[in-house]
C-alpha cells in the first residue's frame, strides 16, 4: 500500500470567496480533475456564522478543504493511493481556482511502499 497526502494551507483569499459555497465547491472540483481522481461523491457543509467545509470521496481515497474567511485561510487535505503527481497537480488547481489565493505552507508526504 502506497499512499500520498498533502496538506497546505492557503492564504490572501477573500472572505467572500471562502464563504461562497459555489466557489469552494468548484476548486474541489477542479483539484479533482487536475488530479486525475474518480469522483464518487462531493458534499459541502456551511457554518454559522460563517465557513465551509468540503469534502470529496474519490476513487483513490478523499479531498477535503475547510475554510477560515475572517482569517483569509484555507486548509486543504489531499489523499492519493494513485499517481503522486495527481496530489501536487490538485493542490496546484485549488491554488489556481481561488482568486488571491497563495499557498502559505504544503507538506507532501507518501506513506507505504509499493508492493513487490
Do not use: N
Not at 62 to 89: M, N, Q, Y
Not at 107 to 115: A, D, F, K, N, Q
Request: aromatic content about 6%; some cysteine.
Amino acid at each position: 500500500m502506497r499512499l500520498t497526502v498533502g496538506l497546505a494551507i492557503f492564504e490572501d483569499i477573500a472572505a467572500g470567496v471562502l464563504d461562497d459555497e459555489a466557489a469552494i465547491k468548484a476548486a474541489l472540483e477542479r483539484a479533482i480533475e487536475a488530479g486525475g481522481f474518480t469522483l464518487y461523491d462531493l458534499r459541502l457543509v456551511r457554518f454559522s456564522p460563517q465557513g465551509i467545509t468540503g469534502a470529496a470521496i474519490v476513487g483513490e481515497s478523499h479531498l477535503t478543504i475547510h475554510t477560515w474567511p475572517e482569517e483569509r485561510k484555507l486548509f486543504v487535505d489531499v489523499a492519493s493511493c494513485g499517481d503522486p503527481a495527481g496530489v501536487d497537480r490538485a493542490l496546484d488547481a485549488i491554488e489556481k481556482a481561488l482568486p488571491g489565493a497563495r499557498m502559505s505552507e504544503v507538506e507532501v508526504r507518501t506513506l507505504g511502499h509499493s508492493p513487490p
